[in-house]
């Protein structure tokens, strides 16, 4: 890549690049909890999440996703995935909140998530935020839900 | 000869086109994206300033000089588009917002009133969104089944399965004249004079015809033909309709309001003529009198010229693409002189997924689109979730393919790397 698309860098960054390559959390929970589709209408990026949660049904024991995408959503979801493993629900409810901080520049996540860092040169890139935050949205309405019902309501991120 | 060093068609138009001449971070501005909409010359963008400046008024409703001058601006552009298709008579050109609207006023006024359960409407898998969703609104409400006509090998319209589906239950036949995402150029006369042996109606979708390639709706011998404005080097928010005299004159209104009235009374009214009965509330009258200096523009080039011209570019693109490891091109190819397809590409690379190359693209100055172009259901038939497209007009040359293949070239490269 010359020099010319070198900011390219920021938003394609190696980790990026490598989850787009080789996700680890890619597949399905076992056994579901949460079931939630989501889906970008403008672009026809889908995404499925499966949750895996305690037996209080207030913490998070495992997160899968499948779907097919670009590589800024489909690294946001495997990072996302990785990141809320072990994470109560009303604190990756506020990862949400600072996920999309995050995306309107200016608030990172504190050391402990910072490899979710690597998705803040999106921000740069304002018509391909709605891929970064897609993963997010729809975990959102996974937590949400009331129950492991699978719901045929997609999430849209318009 | 002075034929062998004359200038491409692009260089003496591209000074009409003040977008074109700006840089995107820092590189000159590519457009390759004329399929979704066209840039707008400036003898369009003066004839919306030189209305709004000297003629604005309101149409067929004032006796003052301004509204006069309106009017025959309005009036006068439906004469340059009637003329641009070769329409019979200008009662048969209806203004609209662009093509869906056209397509829905169809609908609306002649299916929805006309098709009784049972009765068979034939689209194709490759239609646009616009001339798909309409027909389903009809099928549920008419209670009319919707057949597909699928596409050959070499993805295309399927001239034999297409025949295989006509039947007396076939009431109307909806079809794209030129696919906006496989660049395949239907058969539309062949279509119209097959679905007439057996009654059936036809509408064509000119959006990716009308702006690259001579019209003649006589010849077609089409019952409807629709086309947007801003894909023709109109502004955004004029379209319109062609149909035969006899069926529009069949057709009820399809919106209420003024300008569409003869006599109104407080109970029931009686309704203007053609084409005035479409055209209800005070139309965009500025945007209709730029696409009739949209039409003489591309008139003064010549139809014919923009479409070989279009043709040669077509021969070099799908040349270049051919070098850039990992691409796969849908629809036809086209043949040796470039023809046999419309001037545009949808593309896959590889693993790299379109929305990525295209913003790579458009950190190089090249704008393309990515996504499923509105054809959700011909995505899903050949399997790509979506693909990018870089689409051509004639103000395009073979430097902007050169600029755009380097950038794909070097996007395919950047994620090759990752993918090894």
């Known amino acids: 890549m010359t020099s010319s698309l070198g900011n390219l860098r920021d938003l394609y960054q190696q980790v990026i690049l490598e989850r787009y390559k080789k996700p680890r959390h890619r597949g399905k929970a076992d056994p579901v909890s949460r079931y939630q589709k989501g889906h970008n209408p403008s672009c026809g990026d889908t995404i499925e999440l499966t ?7 207030d913490r998070i024991e495992e997160v899968k996703f499948e779907g097919e995408g670009c590589a800024i959503a489909m690294a946001s979801a495997d990072l996302m995935a990785e990141a809320l493993t072990g994470r109560n629900v009303d604190e990756a409810l506020q990862m949400v909140q600072r996920f999309q901080d995050m995306m309107k520049g200016g608030v990172e996540f504190p050391s402990e998530f910072r490899k979710l860092n690597v998705m803040q040169g999106v921000s740069q890139f304002p018509v391909r935020i709605k891929c970064a935050t897609l993963t997010w949205h729809t975990l959102k309405a996974a937590l949400e839900a009331a129950s492991s019902e699978k719901l045929e309501e997609f999430v849209s991120n318009e | 000869m002075t034929i062998a060093t004359e200038k491409p068609l692009a260089f003496k138009v591209r000074a009409d086109f003040p977008i074109l001449h700006q840089e995107i971070h820092g590189k000159p501005l590519v457009y390759l994206d004329n399929a979704a909409t066209s840039q707008k010359p400036i003898a369009v963008l003066e004839a919306l300033k030189h209305y709004y400046e000297n003629d604005n008024a309101n149409v067929h409703r004032g006796v003052h000089t301004l509204s006069s001058r309106a009017t025959d601006g309005y009036e006068g552009a439906r004469d340059k588009v009637a003329a641009f298709v070769n329409a019979p008579s200008r009662q ?72 295989s589906l006509l039947s007396d239950k076939t009431k109307l036949v909806s079809v794209v004249h030129v696919s906006n995402t496989l660049g395949c150029i239907n058969p539309v006369q062949e279509i119209c004079a097959e679905a007439h042996r057996y009654g059936a109606k036809v509408l064509i979708d000119a959006c990716q015809s009308a702006p690259h390639m001579p019209l003649n709706v006589q010849q077609i011998d089409c019952d409807w033909l629709v086309a947007s404005g801003h894909k023709m080097c109109a502004p955004t928010g004029i379209g319109f309709l062609y149909g035969k005299l006899e069926l529009l004159r069949s057709m009820p209104p399809f919106l209420g309001g003024g300008e569409m009235i003869a006599d109104v009374f407080l109970d029931r009214a009686t309704y203007a003529d053609l084409p005035h009965k479409f055209e209800a509330g005070t139309p965009a009258i500025a945007e209709a009198i730029a696409l009739g200096a949209a039409v003489d523009y591309l008139t003064a080039i010549g139809m014919d010229r ?42 896959t690379a590889g693993d790299v997924h379109p929305h990525d190359l295209s913003t790579i693209l458009d950190q190089a100055g090249v704008a393309i689109r990515a996504g499923h172009h509105c054809t959700q259901p011909l995505h899903r038939h050949l399997g790509a979730q979506s693909t990018a497209r870089a689409s051509l007009y004639f103000y395009n040359t073979r430097e902007d393919i050169d600029v755009f293949i380097a950038a794909l070239k070097e996007a395919v490269d950047f994620f090759g790397s990752i993918f090894g």
């Open chain 1, 51 to 57: 949750l895996r949660l305690n037996q209080a049904g």
């Open chain 2, 92 to 163: 048969e050109i209806v203004f609209t917002r662009n093509a869906s609207e056209a397509i829905n006023l169809v609908a609306y006024a002649w299916a929805m009133s006309t098709l009784q359960p049972g009765d068979e409407i034939i689209l194709t898998v490759m239609e646009h969104h616009s001339n798909l969703i309409p027909w389903q609104f009809v099928a549920q409400r008419t209670g009319a089944i919707l057949k597909f006509v699928e596409l050959t090998e070499t993805e295309e319209f399927d001239f034999d399965h297409f025949k």
């Open chain 2, 306 to 347: 923009i479409h070989t011209y279009e043709e040669e570019l077509t021969a070099y693109l799908f040349k270049q693409l051919e070098q850039v490891p990992t691409i796969r091109t849908y629809g036809p190819k086209p043949n040796a002189n470039g023809g046999g397809r419309a001037a545009l590409a949808a593309f």
